[in-house]
């Protein structure tokens, strides 16, 4: 499924050069477009591979019993140990590039702040833990919501400012400060930013920035 997806990127990708969408894109982020493709690709390839943190201790109910008769067992708990990893394509790349890109074209920090902040806030009020499965948020409404906050606060580099915000204020708000959270998950493996190959983390940040044309 993975090698297929992958594929799906590539053709995706190939497409919109092939239409010139990707250059169009680069223009308005103020990079090189060779450089946009690629970092786009090495996230999609790298999405397989995870870096573990740390172990958190957790105590979940095991899945319910059917009941025996008229008697209904007690849901008996047990102990065990979340890995908690960061994936390299859903996480630590886009954070890399939000920060390479900030510093290439020196965005203004105070200007910048602000947007991440109420990325941040918004975040951590609209995503949920799903058992089995890890911290999601809304497709779009974060997106949106970085998207105007950067056309109402930010003065220039506008697409780019809406990737950093996007992209930062996820990981924050979605990952970091839920982090407690992932003991209601019940899962024994937890991958920041490994949900798929184009994570929420990947999404809100890409999302963000091409909304600034659309708003």
């Known amino acids: 499924m993975y090698i297929v997806q992958l594929i799906g990127v590539f053709a995706t990708l190939a497409l919109l050069a092939w239409l010139g969408v990707t250059a169009r894109w680069a223009l308005k ?22 870096f573990a943190l ?9 899945p319910p019993r ?7 067992p007690n849901k008996p708990c047990y102990k065990g140990a979340v890995l908690v990893a960061f994936n390299l394509g859903g996480a630590i790349l886009p954070v890399c590039y939000a ?4 510093l290439y074209l020196k965005i203004n920090i105070y200007e910048l702040l602000p947007v991440i902040l109420i990325t941040t806030f918004n975040s951590y ?7 089995g499965f890890g911290l999601a948020i809304p497709v779009l409404i974060i997106p949106v919501v970085t998207a105007l906050s950067c056309k109402l606060l930010v003065t220039e580099q506008l697409m780019a400012s809406a990737y950093i915000a996007g992209t930062i204020g996820v990981i924050l708000g979605t990952d970091i400060l839920r982090l407690k959270d992932l003991k209601q998950i019940g899962a024994s ?3 920041i930013g490994g949900a ?13 920035s091409l909304l600034i044309v659309i708003i």
């Open 125 to 131: 009020l609209f995503s949920r833990p799903i058992h």
């Open 29 to 50: 982020m103020a990079v090189p477009e060779y450089l946009l493709i690629g970092a786009t690709l090495l996230i999609a390839a790298a999405g397989i591979i995870n």
């Open 196 to 208: 798929g190959i184009f994570d929420g983390i990947v999404l809100t940040g890409i999302l963000s």
């Open 54 to 62: 740390f172990y958190m201790r957790v105590v979940n109910p095991l």
């Open 66 to 72: 059917e009941p025996a008769g008229i008697l209904i």
């Open 189 to 191: 493996f937890i991958s």
């Open 99 to 102: 920060i390479g890109i900030w």
